[in-house]
T-cell receptor, first 109, second 111 residues
Framework: KNEVEQSPQNLTAQEGEFITINCSYSVGISALHWLQQHPGGGIVSLFMLSSGKKKHGRLIATINIQEKHSSLHITASHPRDSAVYIC???????????FGTGTSLTVIP | DAGITQSPRHKVTETGTPVTLRCHQTENHRYMYWYRQDPGHGLRLIHYSYGVKDTDKGEVSDGYSVSRSKTEDFLLTLESATSSQTSVYFCAIGRSQETQYFGPGTRLLVL
């Protein structure tokens, strides 16, 4: 049973568009990661969140602990943003991460 | 990038043969993890380690064993590989339970 749900599963956007990817989870957590995986490539952690909001360049991540929901926003999207974005949560009571199945983003020039 | 390498990066093997994958880190991180990534399932934890000789099972540990005899190396062994173990295997390390840095991955094909 996957405790982490992401939406949408697939997303195609025109270059320059504002993009939002959502992550919902069912348990209390101590940390949430947003990961990026390029085709055939490795996995990189973009953000680690436990509350509030973080920003890095054109990427913004927010988390609402009460609603058990996080969003990843990409402003002024670019073809190099094309990748799979994965949400991962560490439950309060657990010692392992649980991962969403990912959102595949394609940004068209 | 965190200093984490995996070897081999690609492997083709036959059903029933033993296979060992190696994860090596130069960061002196306490936690090390082995995951497998399969279409439709996302990343799933196989085993993890919270210190030298301290390991525990993840959600998909059947058919796999691990060893960690020193801080920098975490070995994943498939005692008798099966076709269902064809996957991409990722190692990850963390200074704390909340952090995760991933290795480049190993593609394993079991024929």
């Amino acid at each position: 049973k996957n405790e982490v749900e992401q939406s949408p599963q697939n997303l195609t956007a025109q270059e320059g568009e504002f993009i939002t990817i959502n992550c919902s989870y069912s348990v209390g957590i101590s940390a949430l990661h947003w990961l990026q995986q390029h085709p055939g490539g490795g996995i990189v952690s973009l953000f680690m969140l436990s509350s509030g909001k973080k920003k890095h360049g054109r990427l913004i991540a927010t988390i609402n602990i009460q609603e058990k929901h996080s969003s990843l926003h990409i402003t002024a999207s670019h073809p190099r943003d094309s990748a799979v974005y994965i949400c991962a949560v560490l439950p309060n009571t657990g010692n392992q991460f649980y991962f969403g199945t990912g959102t595949s983003l394609t940004v068209i020039p | 990038d965190a200093g984490i390498t995996q070897s081999p990066r690609h492997k083709v093997t036959e059903t029933g043969t033993p296979v060992t994958l190696r994860c090596h880190q130069t960061e002196n991180h306490r936690y090390m993890y082995w995951y497998r990534q399969d279409p439709g399932h996302g990343l799933r934890l196989i085993h993890y380690s919270y210190g030298v000789k301290d390991t525990d099972k993840g959600e998909v540990s059947d058919g796999y064993s691990v060893s960690r005899s020193k801080t920098e190396d975490f070995l994943l062994t498939l005692e008798s590989a099966t076709s269902s173990q064809t996957s991409v295997y990722f190692c990850a390390i963390g200074r704390s339970q909340e952090t995760q840095y991933f290795g480049p991955g190993t593609r394993l094909l079991v024929l």
